[in-house]
């Protein structure tokens, strides 16, 4: 059973930047590949970016590409997202979570664990 515990959220103004961690326990961290989600209030859960065991391999949603960096550190079983030039429309709650295949990482359903979510607030 891996657990994941997410943190770094907070307030930051519009082009503000943001680092959020998550870290993991209890599974083997490195085997699988991680990804960050956003939900909105009255939203849907929605992609932000993705990376798989290989640190090179990356993935992110198109809102976000160049402004958004997702990393990992697998010796420190943690998963890292740093965001630059929020917006207001940002403002969710973002989850960290942890995939059970190595594809499909844009898929929601792809991910069997879950963080507890830390919110980010962007004032315009």
């Known amino acids: 059973q891996v657990q994941l515990v997410g943190s770094g959220g907070g307030l930051v103004q519009a082009r503000g930047s943001l680092s959020l961690s998550c870290s993991a326990s209890g599974g083997t961290f490195s085997s699988g590949a991680m990804g960050w989600f956003r939900q909105a209030p009255g939203k849907e859960r929605e992609f932000v970016a993705a990376?798989?065991?290989?640190?090179?391999?990356?993935y992110y949603a198109d809102s976000v590409k160049g402004r958004v960096t997702i990393s990992r550190d697998n010796g420190q079983n943690t998963v890292f997202l740093q965001m630059n030039s929020l917006k207001p429309e940002e403002k969710a709650v973002y989850y960290c979570?942890?995939?059970?295949?190595?594809?499909?990482?844009?898929?929601?359903?792809?991910?069997?664990?879950w963080g507890q979510g830390t919110q980010v607030t962007v004032s315009a």
């Open positions: 979570a942890a995939a059970n295949i190595n594809y499909g990482l844009e898929n929601v359903r792809n991910y069997a664990y």
């Open positions: 990376i798989r065991r290989s640190v090179t391999s990356t």
